[in-house]
């Protein structure tokens, strides 16, 4: 049997080999299992554009101020298609052509419950309901939400779709050990009432997107496993991150980050790879005793 | 303390005898001062509305309910979401503003919600805004066009400015003073006064004259 410290040896060969696979590009891993308290990062602090893997941290935010007594998830909000730029202040839209969410744009005038707002945004990916709730809640409020949760690479700059802060190089930024501890944060229910952690939870494993974790497990272990994960993905990164329930055990919690020029393909290889290459490491770092 | 039943049928009080978490959210008759200088009286009396329900079953015109004007989200102060809630008196103008607009156009006209009314405590309202006095309107939509570029708004901007020359209609724009999500129709900081109802400004003659 393989010590811990042998899995976490051959892990990170593996992922460094998958790394040399994204060219001119970076890969980033960051895995901790319930079960053997396993722990891994491979480029663990460097940032990446988060791409819609922020929106779990707004998730997170609006649950946060839902604990403070700001509002309920069913209180309802205005949907406004009109949000004012982190660079400049000034007016812009999220363009239903480029939101993967059309039902949100058929209730801009009317209002929408908070938490059919929340679900839309994850489930779906959501960019008009991701604005809508961080004018909600606010963005000062959501950094504050994150920092008060000791969530250090997590950095939440502006609403998705804000070209103008894009332009400025004002991005929404995260690390694989911020997206782990975010995901624990969620999970463990420090930092959440417990029904608050589940309903996340629940809400997680509604996701819509394939991403890369889930495609990477082998095959039967798919046919059984349920991922609770939001994926990210724009011009020049894919990322996916999430808790892994595997029955009979606690879950494991994965965050892989990719970035490049150019194609796709590369990086959704090697995300489904990287994921394939963690699990075989927490499956066998399951069976040793953590030391 | 109820003093009239108007035309709707709804109740009509006077904000100053209401409890103090309504009256601290509704401000009723308080003066304020708007952006260029001028002092403005927030509304004193409003209709009162018992349910929901009554809202949906309360027309205001032929085509308008009392609902439209009463759509708030979140940001409307708790006290102003909870039954019974309360509408200046002078929406029922802003409503027959409006129908004079539908009968134009011969389609739906749809106020945004937090486009009708918005007590003064609203977090997304400026206290001397128009909103507060129940006579603005923000219409996101005529038939099945949204009204989110600026050919839609300055031609229905246009027929508005003809149709109701003592309304003032927001240009189209993104500064301060313009919209371009919707178009903002208002009727200044128009207040009624209902029968049975007694002048504020007149009422120290009154005192005067029992003396």
Same mark, same amino acid.
């Given at each position: 049997?393989?010590?811990?410290?042998?899995v976490?040896?051959?892990?990170?060969?593996?992922?460094?080999d998958l790394?040399?696979?994204?060219?001119d590009?970076a890969?980033?891993?960051?895995?901790?299992?319930?079960?053997?308290?396993?722990a891994?990062?491979y480029n663990?602090d460097?940032?990446?554009h988060a791409a819609?893997?922020?929106?779990v941290?707004?998730?997170a935010?609006?649950?946060?101020?839902?604990?403070d007594?700001?509002?309920?998830?069913?209180?309802?909000v205005h949907?406004?298609?009109?949000?004012?730029?982190?660079?400049?202040?000034?007016?812009?839209?999220v363009?239903?052509?480029?939101?993967?969410?059309?039902?949100?744009h058929t209730?801009?005038?009317?209002?929408?419950r908070?938490?059919?707002l929340?679900?839309?945004?994850?489930?779906?990916?959501?960019?008009l309901?991701?604005?809508?709730l961080l004018?909600?809640?606010?963005?000062a409020?959501?950094?504050?939400s994150?920092?008060?949760?000791?969530l250090?690479?997590?950095?939440v700059?502006?609403?998705?779709?804000?070209d103008?802060?894009f332009d400025a190089?004002c991005?929404?930024?995260?690390?694989?050990?911020g997206?782990?501890?975010?995901?624990?944060?969620?999970?463990?229910?420090?930092d959440f009432?417990?029904?608050a952690s589940?309903?996340?939870?629940?809400?997680?494993?509604?996701q819509?997107f394939?991403?890369?974790?889930?495609?990477?497990?082998?095959e039967p272990?798919?046919?059984?496993a349920r991922?609770?994960h939001?994926?990210g993905?724009?011009s020049?990164v894919?990322?996916d991150i999430g808790l892994v329930?595997?029955p009979?055990?606690?879950?494991?919690?994965?965050?892989?980050?990719?970035?490049?020029?150019?194609d796709?393909?590369a990086?959704?290889?090697?995300?489904a790879a990287a994921?394939?290459?963690?699990?075989?490491?927490v499956a066998a770092?399951?069976?040793t005793t953590?030391? | 303390?109820?003093?009239?039943v108007?035309?709707?049928?709804?109740?009509?009080?006077?904000?100053?005898?209401l409890?103090?978490?309504?009256r601290?959210a509704?401000?009723?008759a308080?003066?304020v001062?708007t952006?260029?200088?001028?002092?403005c009286?927030?509304?004193r =009396?409003?209709?009162?509305?018992e349910s929901?329900?009554? *809202? +949906?079953? /309360?027309p #205001?015109?032929?085509?308008?309910?009392?609902?439209?004007?009463m759509?708030v989200?979140?940001?409307?102060?708790?006290?102003?979401?909870? =039954?019974?809630r309360?509408?200046p008196?002078a929406?029922? *103008? +802003?409503a /027959?503003? #409006?129908?004079?607009?539908?009968?134009d156009v011969g389609?739906?006209?749809?106020?945004?919600a937090?486009g009708?009314?918005?007590s003064?405590?609203?977090?997304g309202?400026?206290v001397?805004?128009?909103h507060?006095?129940?006579?603005a309107a923000n219409?996101y939509?005529?038939g099945?066009?949204?009204?989110?570029s600026?050919?839609?708004?300055?031609?229905?901007?246009?027929?508005?400015?003809r149709?109701?020359?003592?309304?003032?209609?927001r240009?189209y724009?993104?500064g301060?003073?313009?919209?371009?999500?919707?178009?903002?129709?208002?009727l200044?900081y128009?207040?009624v006064?209902?029968?049975?109802?007694?002048?504020?400004?007149?009422e120290?003659?009154?005192?005067g004259?029992?003396r």
């Amino acid at each position: 049997m393989a010590s811990v410290g042998d899995v976490a040896t051959l892990l990170h060969d593996r992922i460094d080999d998958l790394a040399r696979t994204i060219p001119d590009g970076a890969l980033a891993v960051g895995v901790a299992d319930y079960l053997s308290g396993f722990a891994y990062a491979y480029n663990g602090d460097r940032w990446f554009h988060a791409a819609s893997t922020i929106k779990v941290a707004i998730f997170a935010a609006v649950f946060d101020a839902i604990a403070d007594g700001r509002f309920t998830l069913d209180n309802r909000v205005h949907v406004r298609n009109r949000f004012l730029s982190a660079a400049d202040g000034q007016p812009f839209r999220v363009q239903a052509s480029r939101d993967a969410d059309a039902e949100v744009h058929t209730a801009i005038g009317r209002t929408m419950r908070i938490g059919d707002l929340a679900r839309h945004m994850i489930v779906t990916s959501s960019n008009l309901a991701t604005n809508v709730l961080l004018d909600l809640i606010g963005r000062a409020r959501a950094r504050q939400s994150i920092e008060r949760h000791g969530l250090s690479g997590i950095d939440v700059q502006r609403g998705v779709e804000d070209d103008r802060a894009f332009d400025a190089g004002c991005n929404n930024r995260i690390t694989a050990n911020g997206a782990v501890r975010l995901l624990r944060s969620i999970h463990d229910g420090r930092d959440f009432a417990p029904a608050a952690s589940q309903t996340m939870i629940d809400v997680l494993l509604e996701q819509q997107f394939g991403g890369g974790i889930l495609p990477g497990l082998p095959e039967p272990v798919q046919a059984v496993a349920r991922v609770a994960h939001k994926t990210g993905d724009i011009s020049t990164v894919s990322h996916d991150i999430g808790l892994v329930f595997l029955p009979g055990r606690p879950p494991y919690a994965i965050a892989l980050l990719t970035e490049s020029a150019g194609d796709a393909t590369a990086r959704i290889v090697a995300l489904a790879a990287a994921s394939r290459a963690v699990y075989e490491a927490v499956a066998a770092a399951g069976e040793t005793t953590w030391k | 303390m109820e003093i009239a039943v108007a035309g709707t049928g709804l109740p009509i009080v006077d904000g100053l005898s209401l409890p103090a978490p309504h009256r601290d959210a509704l401000k009723p008759a308080e003066r304020v001062l708007t952006p260029d200088g001028r002092v403005c009286e927030l509304p004193r =009396y409003f209709y009162e509305v018992e349910s929901w329900t009554v *809202a +949906l079953d /309360t027309p #205001l015109t032929a085509h308008f309910g009392l609902w439209e004007f009463m759509d708030v989200d979140v940001r409307e102060d708790p006290v102003m979401r909870a =039954y019974p809630r309360y509408i200046p008196c002078a929406v029922a *103008a +802003l409503a /027959t503003a #409006l129908e004079l607009l539908r009968l134009d156009v011969g389609l739906p006209v749809r106020i945004a919600a937090n486009g009708g009314y918005r007590s003064p405590s609203h977090r997304g309202n400026r206290v001397t805004s128009p909103h507060s006095w129940a006579v603005a309107a923000n219409i996101y939509r005529i038939g099945a066009e949204s009204l989110d570029s600026e050919d839609r708004i300055e031609r229905y901007r246009a027929l508005a400015r003809r149709l109701l020359p003592f309304a003032w209609v927001r240009p189209y724009g993104t500064g301060v003073g313009t919209a371009n999500d919707h178009i903002h129709l208002d009727l200044g900081y128009l207040t009624v006064l209902p029968r049975g109802a007694s002048d504020p400004d007149h009422e120290a003659l009154l005192d005067g004259d029992a003396r």
